[in-house]
């Protein structure tokens, strides 16, 4: 280990560490080791399931084949469906009911509609026109005023 | 009539499982002086609390133990972790309870403070911060390699290359800028 930091020379730190780490030996404690050992004894080893990251892709396999299961049990035990013949006559009791439903609803739509197109017809066109026929009346003087022409 | 070879790591943490408790015993005869040394370094008088919760740990969790790895590894990963919580509680409670002058006043504390002087060790306690000082410690103390550092402490080993890299910056310039003689340390010249 050659690096130097500024002009200290790590070999020479390391060196150092280790020396003063080697100084530094505990003496075993008996006491200690019996506490720990009466605390273990308390204690349960306890066969613990392999780590959470280990154990998701098994998770996950078994979530998607029992959703599998489930989705085929499922698919076997429902009644089927009966199917529609194409080309089924559909009776004549079904046409009444949908007459009688147009007859009702064609008047007041029809009515509706009526009144909507009366209101727009003209686009308001016919009183543009009055106003104008009644400047044009204005501008001449010697029309008397309960002339024919007067538009009211 | 000769003593049966020491059995491996990995093989008595097998027995220990299995609910060999003498199995345990001697793990924990082997390990208790340099976790204690760890320890101590780390969290100082509180020590021995951390070991035993270490050991008890260990025991409780011998299952998640992989045997591909070594066993040293896994049970520095345990202390470090017991090690960085209790440094956490106990500074929580110093802001809690501790005055200024409790704290600085403590002749105890003075006494220690001094006699720690003249170690480098103290010096890189006092300046790393938590997860520094146990990489720099695993690594020169202990002599992990980069890898099982990266085990104990949870991250890669590029980290951990940094994290030693700087650590080792952070000592040698504070080495540099400090005079030596305030921590007791001759110059050694020659050397430097």
Redesign the interface.
């Known amino acids: 280990m050659n690096?130097q930091?500024?002009?200290?020379?790590?070999d020479?730190?390391?060196a150092?560490?280790?020396r003063?780490?080697a100084r530094?030996?505990?003496?075993?404690?008996e006491s200690?080791?019996g506490?720990?050992?009466r605390?273990?004894?308390e204690?349960?080893?306890?066969?613990?399931?392999p780590?959470t990251a280990a154990r998701w892709p098994f998770a996950a396999i078994g979530l998607a084949a029992a959703a599998v299961a489930v989705a085929l049990v499922v698919f076997h035990t429902q009644p089927p469906v009966p199917a529609v013949p194409a080309h089924k006559e559909i009776a004549r009791a079904d046409f009444g009911a949908v007459t009688d439903l147009i007859r009702k609803t064609t008047g007041p739509i029809q009515l509706t509609m009526n009144v909507s197109i009366e209101d727009q017809s003209f686009g308001h066109l016919d009183r543009d026109v009055k106003s104008f026929g009644q400047f044009v009346m204005n501008q001449l003087d010697n029309l008397p005023e309960a002339a024919p022409g007067t538009i009211h | 009539m000769t003593d049966p070879p020491p059995q491996d790591d990995t093989t008595l943490a097998r027995l220990a499982l299995a609910g060999d408790r003498a199995a345990f015993g001697e793990l924990a005869r082997r390990y208790q002086s340099p976790l204690l040394r760890f320890a101590r370094r780390s969290v100082g008088g509180d020590a021995e609390d951390v070991v035993q919760e270490t050991f008890v740990k260990a025991f409780e969790r011998l299952g998640q133990y992989r045997q591909k790895h070594a066993f040293k590894p896994w049970l520095f990963a345990i202390a470090y972790h017991e090690t960085i919580n209790h440094l956490r509680r106990r500074r929580v409670r110093t802001m809690e309870t501790l005055t200024e002058s409790e704290i600085d006043h403590d002749p105890a504390d003075l006494a220690a403070a001094a006699d720690e002087k003249t170690s480098l060790w103290s010096l890189a306690r006092e300046i790393l911060s938590d997860v520094q000082f146990a990489a720099v410690w695993l690594f020169y103390a202990e002599e992990m390699s980069i890898a099982e550092i990266a085990r104990v402490q949870r991250r890669t080993s590029i980290s951990v290359k940094v994290m030693l890299h700087r650590a080792r910056a952070t000592l040698a310039r504070h080495l540099e800028a400090t005079s030596f003689s305030d921590f007791g340390i001759p110059l050694p010249a020659g050397e430097l």
């Open positions: 690096e930091h500024n002009n200290f020379p790590v020479h730190l390391a150092r560490l280790k003063e780490a530094m030996a505990e003496p075993f404690s200690l080791h506490r720990v050992m605390r273990v004894s204690s349960r080893a306890q066969a613990a399931p780590p």
